[in-house]
């Protein structure tokens, strides 16, 4: 498949249960604002899509997944790792989409159309319950979730 985005950005989550939609909630406010980007990257609101986000995936050169992420530290605490230095099946967070984002990434990888790079900018969360608000742990964080995704550009 030949390549058409050199860099997607992609928010994934559940907005309908509160800290869930983080990366929803991110790509949305990084649309509301103009946020200006090169020419070469997209915005994608992948929300809990799954295997249906294969081949937007493999269409990038580049991801950068924002998602929800608990790796044990406080809420709103921001990680970043890349997905080829940890391994998809060694991976010390759990991601609330772990069993539909890696195993998009692992049938991509079979396939051979996994990006060349795969970024994962994460929130930890501080309530996963039925409500559209974030926290205000995790609210705050919107805006340097924005700045390190556009480090990552």
């Not at 050199?6 to 939609?21: A, F, K, S, Y």
Request: aromatic residues 4%; charged residues 25%; negative net charge.
């Amino acid at each position: 498949m030949a390549k058409k985005w050199r860099v997607l950005v992609l928010g994934v989550g559940n907005i309908l249960l509160q800290d869930e939609g983080f990366g929803v909630r991110v790509i949305q406010a990084m649309e509301e604002r103009r946020v200006p980007l090169p020419p070469d990257v997209t915005l994608l609101d992948g929300g809990t899509a799954g295997f249906a986000l294969m081949n937007p995936i493999a269409e990038a050169e580049k991801v950068v997944v924002v998602d929800t992420v608990k790796g044990g530290g406080p809420p709103g605490a921001l990680y970043r790792f890349d997905t080829r230095e940890l391994g998809v099946k060694r991976m010390p967070m759990d991601s609330l989409h772990q069993v539909d984002f890696y195993q998009v990434l692992e049938a991509l990888e079979q396939l051979g159309e996994r990006p060349e790079q795969v970024v994962v900018i994460g929130c930890e969360p501080k309530v996963i319950e039925v409500g559209l608000e974030l926290s205000p742990e995790v609210a705050e964080k919107i805006d340097q979730a924005i700045e390190l995704i556009l480090a990552e550009l």
